[in-house]
Nanobody, 127 residues
């Protein structure tokens, strides 16, 4: 049974940093894709970053490029989302998602492609 557990959210001021963690378990093979998504109140869920475990390739949404970085710690089976220079517009609930197989990086920002979801962790950026 695939399980994804997020942690690391919190309340920060603009310009500060947070590192979100997604503890991954239950995938029966190494070929899977992990996505990070966020959802603000009244808005649709949007893709932030994704990571392909088989070849370690990744991509980030234009809105976060240069500020957010997705990475993997193979010793801990954890996917991280390092978020620097946070802005109020980054506020939302952040979700880790997963699916078997590798998505095209051009398509991995759509939530429709993912079968497994964590419960999310709240990120609030405010003065």
């Amino acid at each position: 049974q695939v399980q994804l557990v997020e942690s690391g959210g919190g309340l920060v001021h603009p310009g500060e940093s947070l590192r979100l963690s997604c503890d991954v378990s239950g995938f029966a093979q190494r070929d899977y894709t992990i996505g990070w998504f966020r959802q603000a109140p009244g808005k649709e869920r949007e893709g932030v970053a994704c990571f392909r475990n088989s070849d370690r390739s990744n991509t980030h949404a234009d809105s976060v490029k240069g500020r957010f970085t997705v990475s993997r710690d193979y010793t801990k089976n954890t996917i991280y989302l390092q978020m620097n220079n946070l802005k109020p517009g980054d506020t939302g609930r952040y979700y880790c998602s997963g699916r078997y197989g590798r998505l095209l990086l051009s398509a991995c920002m759509s939530p429709d492609g993912y079968a497994y979801w964590g419960q999310g962790t709240q990120v609030t950026v405010s003065e």
